[in-house]
Structure formats: structure tokens, C-alpha cells
């Protein structure tokens, strides 16, 4: 069963950055849009960033103008960097991807990586 691979969250200071990545652990087709969720504690998951396979982006009020969402379609791997990280910023970092297949379609999920900004 192919899933998605975080790497890149830990512990920093406000107004800090951190880039976040996800790759799936197997092969997969047909990736279509992939975009970055968070879970803070008590809260709800909530969309961060999405980018489509053409390259547009959409995000989530409260990070414009600081986060960037990218991705390597080569690769089929996203990006996140987060610039000017706030305490409110702290929470499970998901990456979803969408993929298509013979008319079926596919949602995928990675375990989460933790982001901690300290005051």
C-alpha cells in the first residue's frame, strides 16, 4: 500500500522558517492535485496550501504572503516553506495527494509531521 512520506518539521523560534516535504513510498500515477493539511490541538484538520498539476496554488488566509507550496512533478513530491512561523502555526502537518486511474479515484495520506513554534 503506497502512502506518503513527511520529512522536514521540528522545533523553531517565531518568525522562523521550515520546509516541509512529502513523497509517496511507492510508485504512483496520475498525481493530480496534492496539498499540505494541519491539526493543531483540539482543532479541527484544516487546509493549509493545494497546487493542482498545472501549477496553480491556493492557500489558506492566515499563511499567505508566507507559506509557498510547490511541487516536483518528476518526483511526485511537494513542498512546503514556511516563512515567518507563528506559535499559532503549530499543529500535525498532513500531505494529501489526489490521483486518478482507469476512472477510479485515489486519495492519499502521509502520518504527519509535528511543526512546534515557540514564542
Known amino acids: 500500500q503506497v502512502q506518503l512520506v513527511e520529512s522536514g518539521g521540528g522545533l523553531v523560534q517565531a518568525g522562523g522558517s521550515l520546509r516541509l516535504s512529502c513523497a509517496p513510498s511507492g510508485r504512483i500515477l496520475r498525481i493530480n492535485s496534492m496539498a499540505w493539511y494541519r491539526q493543531a490541538p483540539g482543532k479541527q484538520r484544516e487546509s493549509v496550501a493545494t497546487i493542482t498539476s498545472g501549477g496553480s496554488t491556493n492557500y489558506e488566509d492566515s499563511v499567505k504572503g508566507r507559506f509557498t507550496i510547490s511541487r516536483d512533478n518528476a518526483k511526485n513530491t511537494v513542498y512546503l516553506q514556511m516563512n515567518s512561523l507563528k506559535p499559532e502555526d503549530t499543529a500535525v502537518y498532513y500531505c494529501?495527494?489526489?490521483?486518478?486511474?482507469?476512472?477510479?479515484?485515489?486519495?492519499?495520506w502521509g502520518q504527519g509531521t509535528q511543526v512546534t513554534v515557540s514564542s
Open positions: 494529501e495527494a489526489t490521483a486518478q486511474a482507469v476512472g477510479v479515484l485515489y486519495d492519499y
